[in-house]
């Protein structure tokens, strides 16, 4: 089969499941029917053999798993697989945030901009109708007021032609597209800087709000949305943890608890990668902090720096002034950028939360808590308790032990598992509890794994490449743990859906080799070749030699044949007088031409040959 047909099946499979699932009164994704197909087929207990063609039964039986799992709307493990999703989706980083942001706002900017750079004016009314249009892109560029409200467009006018009048329209006109674009984008910086230095000078500004003020009520605020959500998580997947240790110790006895033991370890997963993302989410919100204060900075100095310059002057160079303009202009974008990222960052936040559902419907609001009591441990205290009996390297000398006073940078090493012990998730089937560091760091096969205590690190150790393996069969059983635990490096496998190649078959192997090729810069850096440097100690003593005889020569010039007309000439000439001579007159003769006949040369009837001579020769004085 082809490729294009193995990318039609596929597709048809991924369709009918997304029909089925419609027809059902639930809409799903294609992203989430494929990774909810690729989670089916992964797990061992469905018995997919991966290494042959599927059947129309196989198809079947495939299509009503996955439909089956897609339609328990009460299952914790679905909401987190949903949340795994829409989190892969929707987050990427900080500079790509900014960056899509950038296009979206020149996209709008793209029609305003032709309009401007292809107008073919005629009229005065035209000429003013490009004006307005000019300022309509500055406003619209800047994000500082509305190009509706007349007093914002009124400020933006006046400030554009102070550095812009009408009368260099025509000027503007004569520029090619490329250069018209770059003036608007440079006058756009330029009347920016101005509206803001009005405002701080509280001589204008209208429409501009007071974005660092905003920003510095709004960061605080969010972060602490994030902790209380982070802090509402940690504590569920504590209480989460602490009943799974006892439901799972054989030597406690403990009722039986009415929600299966599966559903509880789901819930577990469930907060903890909530937790995990919140994480991500509060560590970008703590740099967009840093960012704002260090924008904040360069604005006030670049302000009052600015002020110093035009302080008690009539008029400024604009060589001195643009710049300052500019720069004011930059740091306001850079803090827009903020503010637009803090509010992506606040959007995905709240739109985690229905992803909690399924486990929040579990247990009654405290009721975990209440039966628990005392018996929840939370990170610190597990911490505390762990560090108190650490590794020694000499017990497995065969594996290599990193340590706190031993290792530096130990604090910033990537942890296996996302931090999670990966004995105790083979042991206690499928409990997650965090990692100790402290204990000491196993550094296998070129990756760094924790526990959480000295016996789960010693067993570790003497089989890793064992429970590792353990560790990924646990993953085909709950697929929502390759990503909550970071193991797609593990699954590097599995092929998605859409990038399948071969058949029917949905498990591919890795490409090992591949067709590829790199281009280098040829000079990275400047060169820095003295064209004049000699390496030759004879060709010096040449040139010295040459240089030496020069001051005693005499300079000679000569003019040559493709010289001469480059100098320099002045000639001076008088003008011709009107003068005139007699001279002889010359004359001509025409002698005649001469005319003789001869007559009687070829005989005749007599044999005597009578030759007659004719002279018709005009005469010279006739």
Same mark, same amino acid.
């Given at each position: 089969?082809s490729?294009?047909q193995a990318?039609?099946?596929?597709?048809?499979?991924?369709?009918?499941?997304?029909?089925?699932?419609?027809g059902k009164?639930h809409?799903?994704?294609e992203t989430?029917?494929?990774f909810?197909?690729?989670a089916?087929?992964?797990d061992?207990?469905?018995?997919?053999?991966?290494?042959r063609?599927?059947?129309?039964?196989?198809?079947?039986?495939?299509?009503?798993?996955?439909?089956e799992k897609?339609?328990?709307?009460?299952s914790p493990?679905?909401?987190?697989?949903k949340m795994?999703?829409y989190?892969?989706m929707n987050?990427?980083?900080?500079?790509?945030?900014?960056?899509?942001?950038?296009?979206?706002?020149?996209?709008?900017? &793209?029609?305003?901009?032709?309009?401007i750079?292809?107008?073919?004016?005629?009229t005065?009314?035209?000429l003013e109708?490009?004006y307005?249009?000019?300022?309509s892109?500055?406003l619209?560029?800047?994000?500082l007021?509305?190009y509706?409200?007349?007093?914002t467009?009124?400020?933006?006018?006046?400030?554009?032609?102070? &550095?812009?009048?009408?009368?260099?329209?025509?000027t503007?006109?004569?520029?090619?597209?490329k250069?018209?674009?770059?003036?608007?984008?440079d006058?756009s910086?330029?009347?920016?800087?101005?509206?803001?230095?009005?405002?701080d000078?509280?001589?204008g500004?209208e429409?501009?709000d007071?974005?660092p003020?905003?920003?510095?009520?709004a960061?605080p605020?969010?972060?602490?949305?994030?902790?209380?959500e982070?802090?509402l998580s940690?504590?569920?997947?504590w209480?989460y943890?602490?009943w799974?240790?006892?439901?799972?110790?054989?030597e406690?006895?403990?009722?039986?608890?009415?929600?299966p033991?599966d559903?509880?370890?789901?819930?577990?997963?469930?907060v903890?990668?909530?937790?995990?993302?919140?994480?991500?989410?509060?560590?970008?919100v703590?740099l967009?902090?840093?960012?704002?204060?260090t924008l904040?900075t360069?604005?006030a100095?670049?302000?009052?720096?600015l002020?110093v310059?035009v302080?008690?002057?009539?008029?400024?160079p604009t060589a001195q002034?643009?710049p300052?303009?500019?720069a004011l202009?930059?740091?306001?974008?850079?803090?827009?950028?903020?503010?637009?990222?803090?509010?992506?960052?606040?959007?995905?936040?709240?739109?985690?939360?229905p992803?909690?559902?399924?486990?929040?419907q579990?247990f009654?609001d405290?009721?975990l808590?209440?039966?628990?009591?005392?018996e929840?441990?939370? !990170?610190?205290?597990?911490m505390?308790e762990s560090s108190?009996?650490r590794?020694?390297?000499?017990?497995?000398?065969?594996q290599?032990?990193?340590l706190?006073e031993?290792?530096a940078?130990?604090?910033k090493?990537?942890?296996?598992?996302?931090?999670i012990c990966g004995?105790t998730l083979?042991?206690?089937?499928?409990?997650l509890l965090p990692?100790?560091?402290?204990?000491? &760091?196993?550094?296998?096969?070129?990756? !760094? !794994?924790v526990?959480?205590?000295?016996?789960?690190a010693?067993?570790f150790?003497?089989k890793?490449?064992?429970y590792?393996?353990h560790v990924?069969?646990?993953?085909k059983q709950?697929?929502?743990l390759i990503?909550?635990?970071?193991?797609h490096?593990?699954?590097?496998c599995?092929?998605?859906?859409?990038?399948?190649?071969?058949?029917?078959?949905?498990? &591919?192997k890795?490409i090992?080799?591949c067709?590829?090729?790199?281009q280098?810069d040829?000079h990275?850096?400047?060169?820095n070749?003295?064209?004049s440097?000699e390496?030759?100690e004879?060709?010096?003593?040449r040139k010295?030699?040459k240089?030496?005889?020069?001051r005693?020569?005499?300079?000679h010039s000569?003019q040559?044949n493709l010289?001469h007309m480059?100098?320099?000439?002045i000639?001076?000439t008088?003008l011709?007088?009107?003068v005139a001579c007699?001279?002889k007159r010359?004359g001509?003769s025409n002698?005649p031409?001469?005319?003789?006949y001869?007559a009687?040369?070829?005989?005749?009837k007599?044999?005597?040959?009578h030759?007659?001579?004719?002279?018709?020769t005009?005469s010279?004085?006739?």
């Amino acid at each position: 089969m082809s490729r294009a047909q193995a990318e039609s099946v596929i597709k048809n499979i991924i369709r009918e499941i997304a029909q089925e699932c419609a027809g059902k009164g639930h809409a799903v994704s294609e992203t989430l029917v494929a990774f909810m197909v690729k989670a089916v087929v992964l797990d061992p207990r469905n018995l997919f053999n991966v290494d042959r063609t599927l059947t129309k039964q196989d198809v079947r039986k495939l299509v009503e798993l996955c439909v089956e799992k897609l339609m328990d709307q009460g299952s914790p493990a679905l909401d987190t697989i949903k949340m795994q999703v829409y989190f892969d989706m929707n987050y990427t980083s900080r500079r790509e945030f900014i960056e899509e942001h950038q296009r979206v706002v020149q996209s709008r900017l &793209v029609p305003v901009s032709r309009e401007i750079t292809d107008s073919r004016v005629k009229t005065r009314e035209d000429l003013e109708a490009l004006y307005h249009k000019i300022v309509s892109y500055v406003l619209l560029r800047s994000g500082l007021g509305s190009y509706t409200d007349i007093t914002t467009v009124r400020e933006a006018t006046a400030a554009l032609q102070s &550095v812009f009048p009408q009368s260099e329209l025509g000027t503007f006109m004569s520029l090619i597209k490329k250069d018209k674009e770059q003036q608007l984008n440079d006058l756009s910086m330029i009347v920016t800087g101005i509206r803001l230095f009005n405002k701080d000078s509280r001589k204008g500004g209208e429409g501009i709000d007071d974005l660092p003020a905003i920003l510095n009520e709004a960061i605080p605020s969010t972060s602490k949305d994030i902790e209380w959500e982070l802090e509402l998580s940690q504590s569920l997947a504590w209480q989460y943890t602490s009943w799974l240790e006892r439901l799972l110790d054989p030597e406690v006895e403990t009722r039986e608890c009415i929600v299966p033991l599966d559903m509880l370890k789901q819930a577990l997963y469930n907060v903890r990668q909530h937790e995990a993302f919140l994480k991500v989410i509060l560590a970008d919100v703590i740099l967009c902090a840093k960012q704002v204060e260090t924008l904040q900075t360069e604005l006030a100095t670049r302000m009052k720096l600015l002020r110093v310059t035009v302080h008690s002057k009539t008029a400024v160079p604009t060589a001195q002034v643009f710049p300052h303009f500019t720069a004011l202009a930059k740091f306001w974008s850079g803090l827009q950028d903020e503010m637009v990222l803090l509010s992506i960052l606040r959007n995905i936040m709240e739109n985690l939360q229905p992803f909690l559902a399924a486990q929040s419907q579990l247990f009654p609001d405290g009721q975990l808590e209440d039966i628990l009591g005392s018996e929840i441990k939370k !990170y610190e205290q597990r911490m505390k308790e762990s560090s108190e009996n650490r590794i020694d390297p000499y017990e497995i000398k065969t594996q290599e032990w990193l340590l706190p006073e031993t290792t530096a940078n130990f604090d910033k090493l990537p942890l296996q598992y996302n931090g999670i012990c990966g004995y105790t998730l083979v042991k206690k089937d499928g409990l997650l509890l965090p990692g100790n560091p402290s204990i000491g &760091v196993l550094k296998h096969r070129e990756k !760094y !794994y924790v526990f959480s205590s000295k016996e789960a690190a010693l067993r570790f150790g003497s089989k890793p490449d064992e429970y590792i393996a353990h560790v990924a069969e646990k993953a085909k059983q709950s697929p929502e743990l390759i990503q909550l635990l970071q193991l797609h490096q593990q699954f590097a496998c599995v092929t998605p859906y859409p990038e399948m190649q071969s058949g029917e078959r949905l498990l &591919v192997k890795p490409i090992t080799k591949c067709d590829s090729s790199t281009q280098t810069d040829t000079h990275l850096l400047e060169t820095n070749i003295v064209k004049s440097y000699e390496w030759n100690e004879w060709e010096l003593r040449r040139k010295a030699i040459k240089l030496a005889n020069l001051r005693s020569k005499v300079t000679h010039s000569m003019q040559t044949n493709l010289s001469h007309m480059r100098r320099d000439n002045i000639t001076q000439t008088y003008l011709l007088e009107d003068v005139a001579c007699q001279s002889k007159r010359d004359g001509n003769s025409n002698v005649p031409k001469p005319q003789v006949y001869l007559a009687g040369l070829r005989g005749g009837k007599t044999k005597t040959t009578h030759m007659i001579k004719t002279n018709l020769t005009r005469s010279v004085n006739e």
